[in-house]
């Protein structure tokens, strides 16, 4: 059982579906005897690549400009060589430094074999093809070698017989010596092992025992930051991930490709490959004949080879190190039959629609005084009361700007606005005909602008060219119509190309709190002060928050798969949001005793009023949402052994985020405060997702009083984007929060039951 659902996160927008993804564990080379990490012969499986050169081995302690000689580890299963005189548990010496006298080795008795000059503890590795072959590598390497009870003893020394006076004297073998005894007991240890390795294989293969048909789904499964790696990493499986995503699986497509087809590929591929066998059985079996046009190549290979660039097209569209070009990005779902086009209205020149296709109501302002607002319209008239030459409504004007992706895209309104600017010769203004014309391109030129200032985001390069054509044709309608356009353009390029916006204050920027072992590794949660948690926390989460978008918050697309790709902002923002989450959780069940745990709690508290004292109701929420975890919740004599105080804090923090009212009370601290503030973004979405349940379209026209709604929600948004925390980053901290967390809800589970079992009293609780 999960922890209950955030309040106020609509649906599609809850816990990430998997955490950051880091590189697989890697398994380090074998450590030399000396303790330093060992190189790899070149041939040997995950060694260093072939042709470079070993690395030498530095004894502790000396300079790294000592010359050494590279000391190899000992091939794979066989045992270390140690030289003569050297103590079972002692480390090599190298051959480059001095050594002592080594003592006379004993001489042998007159008659008797000497010793092999070999070093007698260079061990071999049986060479069996049953070990190496039949049992897999988890079996070799985690079973318990067996032992033959004749191997458990030291083998006693060859006993001379007495020679007969008919055959000449046998030669006495030399007693046996503790390395070879130790060499004679290993090779018998391993041809015992060799002799029962076919029952464990037997055992181990048995079908009753041992499935193995889901070895890797089950790994997958159990691994999903390798799975993502996986996806990621091979074309074949990101276009599997793709097309699970996508649902391209259609009835419209699965009829456009029948059985017959299916199998008649199959077939083709089966006799190219010259499985003709295979081929045959299918063909008995399914009843169809393959074709009887031959290709050269694989027409299932080729349809597979394309699927896989096309969903290559996406991927490259969408890494993170790329900026993505989201026009780009939808043309090219477009041209691969994964997202459909939205329903469109005909395309009828502004000037060549007739009037009442505009529908307009009476409504109070905060006044009190009646005024004027679109209830819906077409877009042409939805554009030409944009630009009326009788009045200029800038509510109107902001609300259309920010809402128009919802309905339209930003290359049909420049469009549409280069109709209206091209007044028609015959065009019936009055008396004043030419006077109402230059208005009205006047009116034009001043949205453009307002559009370049606001919303420079909406300008890719294609538009940005269309765009400088426009300006370029309505120089010659006057310098100042030009001009009016030109120079808001002129700043978003030079914006365009700094790199980073350099943030200016009018107060100091405080002192961070650095803890004193900043630059180590074992940097944890209770080295770090209170407040630098919470301030660290806030810059991380504000710097996503403020680079969010207003198109963004558009149609739900933070939380429909086809359209996630254009809330990027506001999905990292709620990827945030559970890693903090999942941090608390984790932090207080990683510890062991109860003392700890409270001690965690109580820190975690503690961040939670500087952070609310940093208005940042996001990370406060994740952190109530941390405390909510199942698994956390139920450590009740973990929270009942902190102090009162504290406990008081955490239930006040827990009422200002409460869900009663939708959220009335955090909302009345949210218009109370002033910024900076980073607001819960939960909220928002959830209005937004109640909005969006209104019609686009009444009786064919374009809703525009719920584009009003979505207005106000976002605009909501876009007040505490303005104003930046004046606090400075500690990049230590920050990577120190930013650490990936990988453990799910049913391994946290049992984590906490280990920690207070079910009907535990405190006495059992450690």
């Known amino acids: 059982m999960g922890p209950p659902p955030v309040a106020g996160v609509p649906a599609g927008v809850g816990r990430a579906p998997m955490p950051p993804v880091g590189p697989p564990p890697v398994v380090g080379p074998p450590t030399s005897i000396v303790g330093r990490v060992a190189p790899q012969p070149p041939t040997g499986r995950g060694g260093p690549p072939m042709g470079k050169a070993p690395i030498p081995l530095m004894p502790a302690g000396l300079p790294p400009s000592a010359n050494f000689t590279a000391v190899h580890a000992p091939p794979r299963f066989a045992a270390p060589v140690v030289p003569l005189g050297v103590g079972r548990g002692q480390a090599p010496i190298p051959p480059h430094m001095s050594m002592p006298a080594m003592p006379p080795l004993p001489q042998p008795a007159p008659g008797v074999r000497p010793p092999s000059p070999h070093p007698p503890m260079m061990l071999r590795p049986v060479s069996s093809p049953t070990l190496t072959h039949a049992l897999p590598p988890a079996a070799v390497l985690h079973s318990a070698p067996l032992q033959h009870p004749a191997a458990a003893a030291p083998v006693p020394p060859a006993v001379t017989q007495p020679a007969t006076p008919k055959k000449p004297a046998v030669t006495q073998k030399p007693q046996a010596t503790p390395e070879r005894r130790l060499v004679d007991l290993t090779h018998t240890k391993l041809s015992t092992q060799a002799m029962c390795v076919p029952a464990i294989t037997k055992a181990l293969y048995a079908r009753n025992m041992c499935d193995r048909s889901t070895w890797v789904s089950d790994f997958m499964q159990s691994n999903p930051d390798i799975c993502e790696l996986r996806e990621r990493i091979y074309p074949l499986q990101r276009a599997i991930c793709l097309c699970k995503l996508y649902h391209p ?224 044709h309505a120089g010659t309608f006057g310098g100042h119509l030009a001009m009016t356009m030109q120079k808001p353009l002129q700043k978003m390029l030079q914006e365009t190309k700094q790199k980073k916006v350099v943030k200016k204050f009018s107060e100091a920027t405080p002192e961070p709190f650095i803890p004193r072992n900043i630059f180590s590794k074992a940097l944890s ?142 909302r009345t601290a949210l218009h109370n405060l002033d910024p900076p503030c980073l607001p819960y973004l939960g909220v928002h979405l959830t209005d937004l997702t109640f909005v969006d349940e209104n019609p686009d379209i009444i009786n064919g026209l374009n809703n525009f009083a719920k584009r009003n709604l979505i207005f106000q929600t976002i605009s909501l948004v876009q007040q505490y984007q303005q104003r930046s925390y004046n606090l400075q980053p500690v990049y230590q901290i920050q990577q120190y929060l930013r650490q990936p967390h990988t453990k799910d809800e049913a391994e946290l589970y049992k984590i906490s039951l280990k920690r207070e079992p079910r009907g535990a009293s405190r006495q059992d609780i450690l």
């Open 249 to 472: 699986g259609k009835k419209e497509v699965k009829e456009n490709i029948s059985r017959t087809h299916m199998i008649q590929l199959i077939l083709q591929h089966l006799q190219l490959k010259g499985l003709k066998e295979s081929r045959k059985v299918l063909e008995t079996e399914s009843r169809i004949k393959m074709p009887r046009h031959h290709m050269h190549q694989s027409r299932l290979v080729g349809y597979l080879k394309q699927a896989v660039r096309d969903s290559e097209g996406v991927f490259d569209f969408t890494i993170a190190d790329k900026v993505m070009d989201k026009t780009s990005l939808e043309e090219h779902l477009f041209l691969i039959g994964l997202q459909e086009e939205e329903e469109e209205q005909e395309d009828v020149n502004i000037w060549l629609e007739p009037e009442g296709n505009l529908i307009v109501d009476k409504v109070s302002n905060p006044s009190g005084e009646d005024e004027e607002a679109v209830k819906c319209g077409s877009f042409n008239k939805l554009v030409e009361h944009l630009t009326d030459e009788s009045k200029l409504d800038m509510q109107y004007l902001k609300t259309f700007l920010m809402t128009y992706q919802s309905f339209t895209t930003p290359e049909k309104l420049l469009q549409k606005l280069i109709q209206r600017f091209n007044v028609p010769s015959n065009f019936k203004g009055g008396d004043n005909g030419s006077q109402v014309a230059g208005v009205i391109r006047l009116r034009v030129c001043n949205v453009v602008k307002k559009w370049i200032e606001e919303y420079s985001s909406d300008f890719d390069d294609n538009l940005i060219v269309q765009l400088k054509q426009f300006i370029e």
């Open 525 to 666: 949660l209770l080295d770090i002060d209170d407040e630098e948690i919470a301030r660290q926390l806030t810059l991380i989460e504000f710097e996503i928050y403020e680079r969010i978008r207003p198109s963004e918050l558009l149609n739900q697309s933070w939380s429909k798969p086809k359209l996630k790709h254009r809330s990027p902002n506001v999905l990292a923002l709620i990827k945030r949001f559970n890693e903090v989450s999942q941090w608390v959780a984790e932090e207080i069940l990683g510890q062991a005793s109860i003392k700890d745990r409270v001690r965690v709690i109580s820190k975690f508290v503690k961040v939670c009023e500087k952070v609310v004292a940093l208005h940042n109701f996001n990370t406060l929420m994740a952190f109530i949402a941390g405390f909510s975890f199942s698994s956390v919740h139920r450590l009740k004599y973990s929270f009942e052994e902190v102090s009162a105080n504290l406990q008081k804090t955490k239930s006040e923090h827990e009422g200002l985020m409460k869900s009663d009212g939708s959220f009335k009370v955090y």
